[in-house]
């Protein structure tokens, strides 16, 4: 039986395409029973997406609202075939988590060696922990490359629950390949909601039906427990 008591990937109306506030997170949050949340708002390249000083100001909210731990973080738009992010590195220096992921309005398609190169490169660099959503058909990649990799750089690969939904067709065979690489070569991962609306958060039954398919151990869930996921964080600072 998988559990998840850190939420790693939750979006807020600071974004026009979600639904729910910060609080009202929260509050979902602890209804699901869960211990952790981490705010990981549209970096500005969405077209909607708040801009740069959202993710400066993060430094002045608490580290726990209402008895859950609350960690600041951003979803950053990989925006060039050169790994780069449309945050520099010093504001991602001051946030506690930060996912990279490609989004259709942010990087044109290209050719599986192109977006690997990418990935490959994203990576390296320090102040991303995690690739987003890596499994979706317009961006196709050398999965196990990057996996390797990942595992190399200790970084984390996201299981997205959303991408589960249909939202990104195709997604559940190679979101099980990705898993089973990932159980192949140790590299660990976070399961996530990608909750644009309170009542998603919590919700990783499509997510944990396809660990169980690949036999995946529970180990290698990052934040499976608060404890994993805040070790792997200090494992990660400078």
Same mark, same amino acid.
């Given at each position: 039986?998988?559990? /998840?008591?850190?939420? #790693?990937?939750?979006? #807020? ?42 993710? #400066? ?10 008895? /859950? ?117 140790? #590299? ?51």
């Amino acid at each position: 039986m998988y559990q /998840i008591q850190v939420e #790693t990937h939750s979006h #807020t109306i600071v974004s026009k395409h979600a639904y729910s506030t910060l609080q009202e997170n929260i509050k979902a949050t602890l209804d699901a029973g869960m211990r952790g949340l981490c705010m990981t708002n549209h970096a500005p390249a969405i077209p909607d997406a708040p801009g740069e000083v959202h993710f #400066t100001c993060l430094k002045y909210l608490p580290d726990e609202i209402d008895g /859950i731990r609350f960690l600041k973080g951003a979803e950053a738009n990989i925006i060039d075939y050169k790994g780069g992010l449309d945050l520099p590195n010093t504001v991602l220096a001051m946030l506690d988590w930060v996912i990279a992921s490609i989004h259709g309005p942010c990087l044109p398609k290209a050719s599986m060696e192109e977006i690997t190169e990418t990935y490959l490169r994203v990576l390296e660099n320090p102040y991303v922990h995690c690739i987003g959503h890596m499994g979706q058909q317009s961006y196709l990649c050398d999965f196990e490359a990057v996996v390797k990799k990942a595992k190399e750089n200790n970084k984390i690969i996201e299981l997205n629950n959303h991408s589960l939904e249909g939202i990104r067709p195709g997604s559940k065979a190679l979101c099980t390949k990705v898993a089973s690489l990932c159980k192949k070569y140790g #590299t660990r991962v976070a399961v996530s909601s990608d909750a644009h609306y309170s009542g998603c958060i919590g919700n990783y039954k499509l997510v944990f039906e396809m660990l169980r398919e690949v036999d995946f151990p529970e180990e290698l869930i990052v934040n499976g427990t608060l404890e994993r996921f805040l070790a792997y964080l200090d494992e990660t600072k400078f």
